[in-house]
């Protein structure tokens, strides 16, 4: 086995039970720290979604875009190839199927920034690296590291600029996929707005130029968003209908040429001018609103993005910054939006020194570094931020703050990157000093607020106290009853053992105690566990369940496996299992002696399960 799929196969496979198994999932693809999943029943990964936000190395679940999103962090694309190499699943990134039901869900203003966010990720790193690269440029020419007219400057510029010159295609290539039009046509209608002949006529944007007898407006399309995002959609309709009516005999070159014929002069007219002007008009009205009170443009962006980044639209930002770098050379958005993430990476530092648990203060550490070196905050703000309440208040004052005072001061990106220290000659120039200085008020400010106000942490279990008793946590949520109840002789009188049963109101299966897996029943109806004391349990799901068909249960565990007390290892269809007259009673079954001197047995709630457990050696159990 590969060190990739020894790592991440069990995170893979319980993921996958708890979205519904291969077979409920349509399309999957990730993005820097996320799982994007689109399902063909959301509702079925739905009720496992508290069930799955527990799993280790799980740090958050949002619905959004028409997916659902499981944030993973820093490990991500590892847990991506393992699930692709063990399970047949469509990469959401190799296909232009979509679901159109899901991508028209929220209301109409969720829906824009979805479908934003959705187009510009798959070409955000490629912006991220261009970006910096360009940045690099200005301080080896600034600091006569190198020559501007020499010709390796050169080249370094054409891989610098590439991204941001031919956008446009960018951008057709990734709508087409999203708007489900043919991308190479999509990308030929948009490649016209670049081509020699066309930028030769446009000596200066609002010339105009005669299409048989019709005032064309010539605009420089290099660098801008709009325009193409709008063509495409514009195109993706049009390809509806012209399928319709052209045979299919001709399709072949017919479809491309009258798509041509068409999307490229209505693009020169309309949509062209007309996008140019709103993309304009939406820099317009955020420097005029960053001139006019930059301080309070900070205040809300500084301390307010870490919401988009939680409800996962942030990236529907993107085209806007995009355009004032391309219309003005600047932005000023961006050190607003790097106040927020510095202030992040500060409470990882804060967690740090304040957290008792080895377990957090692991993860504040492994997650500090990524953030201060690569801009990456989910880890920061699912794994600690929200888990741990306060901090997140920490930063999102301190990153107001910092954010009003870069604003204040308009501190501006000189190219697109993401906020770090490694991207630090992004900022260069006259106001540099002031994004310095509002970087490290966020990052050492919500650190040193983050350990003042402190947090509220479980305290770190003591694993030795096990060899002193058993903890045993009932393996489905739902309402105990005692054996006595269950309508089955075979387990009401005990003859397997005494124990204790539930009626499941969900249907995830945890694991009851830590220790081996000793057997999993093929159907995944049964399975036994055994602690490192020898104490055996047995847990059976539902009466007569192992007539049912395969794809009931889902477990992730097999004979051999080590689990922890609590670990989601399964699921099964509870609402199948109703509808086909079984009862799902799940029975938890001592199967051996009880060793411990003492035993202690909860639910789901942390809640001790009293009055169930009728056996001499299992009265410890009961208060």
Known sequence: MSHLAKDYSKLADE???QVGGEQNIVSLYHCITRLRFKLKDVDVARQHKESIQQL????????????????????????????????????????????????NQGNLFVRFFNVLSAIFNPIIVALAGAGMLKALLVVFTTYHLMDADGSTYKILAAAGNSVFYFLPLFLAISAARIFKANMFISLAIVAALLEPNFTAMVTENGATVDFFGIPAVLMGYSG?????????????????????????????????????LIMVPLTVLIIGPVGVMLGDGLGNIMNFISDKSGLLAGVLIGGGWTFLVMVGIHWGVVPIMVNNLATYGYDTLRPMIAAATFASAGVALGVFLRSKRKDTKSLALSSLLPALLGGITEPIVYGLSVKLKKPLIAQVIVGAIAGGFMGMMQTKAIVYVFPALTTLPAF?????????????????????????????????????????????VTPVSGEVITLDDVKDEVFSSRAMGDGLAVYPTSGTVFAPISGEVVTVFPTGHA?????????????????DTVDLPKGIFNMTIKQGDQVIKGQTIGTF???????????????????????????????????????????????????
Not at 238 to 244: I, P, T
Not at 527 to 543: A, K, M
Request: aromatic fraction near 8%; hydrophobic fraction near 45%; charged fraction near 20%.
């Open 527 to 543: 399975f036994g566990i055994q602690s490192n004391q020898g104490t055996e349990v047995l847990v059976h799901i539902g009466l």
């Open 15 to 17: 993921i996958i039970a």
């Open 56 to 103: 280790d190395g799980v740090l958050s679940v949002i619905e959004g875009n028409g997916q659902f999103q499981i944030v993973i962090g820093n490990h991500v694309a590892d847990v991506f190839q393992t699930i692709m190499k063990k399970y047949t699943i469509q990469n959401a990134l190799e296909s232009e199927a979509t679901d159109e039901e899901t991508e």
């Open 573 to 623: 269809n509870l609402s199948a299992i109703v509808d086909k007259n079984y009862d799902p009673t799940t029975m938890l079954v001592f199967t051996s002696e009880v060793k411990e001197d003492a035993l202690a047995i909860v639910d789901q709630n942390n809640k001790e399960v009293t009055a169930f457990v009728t056996n001499d050696l299992l009265k410890g159990a009961i208060s």
């Open 428 to 472: 260069f120039g006259d106001t540099f000093v002031y994004y310095v200085i509002g970087i490290a008020a966020a990052f050492f400010g919500t650190a040193i607020l983050t350990y003042i106000i402190g947090f509220d942490e479980a305290p770190e279990q003591d694993l030795a106290s096990e060899s002193d008793g058993l903890q045993v």
């Open 224 to 260: 801008t968003v709009i325009p193409a995002i709008v063509a495409i959609y514009v195109y993706s309709q049009l390809e509806k209908l012209l399928k319709r009516v052209i045979p299919k005999s001709i399709e072949i070159f017919a479809l491309s040429l009258v798509a041509l």
